[in-house]
């Protein structure tokens, strides 16, 4: 069972900076062994991966993202972190963080970018 709770969401102007958190607990696990997923939905569109961080702390970040969004983890808090700078009106969206290959979703941060 996984327990994920995002937090850090908010209303911001564009251009502005937000840092999103994630504590996350896997029933009878560990979470240093997952590789962990940001993902985004925006109204009237299909949740989208972000960035993710593997459990070696490797990452990848989708190409609209690169460059402004950072991911990291800290596995002594079991949490996973999403650094946004530079932020756009159509980074606006409900963000989810996600246990990859476990299909369970917290109840996400609401991110809105405006003026």
């Known amino acids: 069972q996984v327990q994920l709770v995002e937090s850090g969401g908010g209303l911001v102007q564009p251009g502005g900076s937000l840092r999103l958190s994630c504590a996350c607990v896997v029933s009878g696990s560990t979470f240093s062994i997952y590789d962990m997923g940001w993902y985004r939905q925006a109204p009237g569109k299909q949740r989208e991966l972000v960035a993710r961080?593997?459990?070696?702390?490797?990452?990848d970040y989708d190409d609209s993202v690169k460059g402004r969004f950072t991911v990291s983890r800290d596995n002594a808090k079991s949490t996973v972190y999403l650094q946004m700078k530079s932020l756009k009106p159509e980074d606006t969206a409900v963000y989810y963080c996600?246990?990859?290959?476990?299909?369970?979703w917290g109840q996400g941060t609401q991110v809105t970018v405006s003026s």
């Open positions: 996600k246990v990859e290959n476990i299909d369970s």
């Open positions: 961080i593997r459990k070696y702390g490797y990452t």
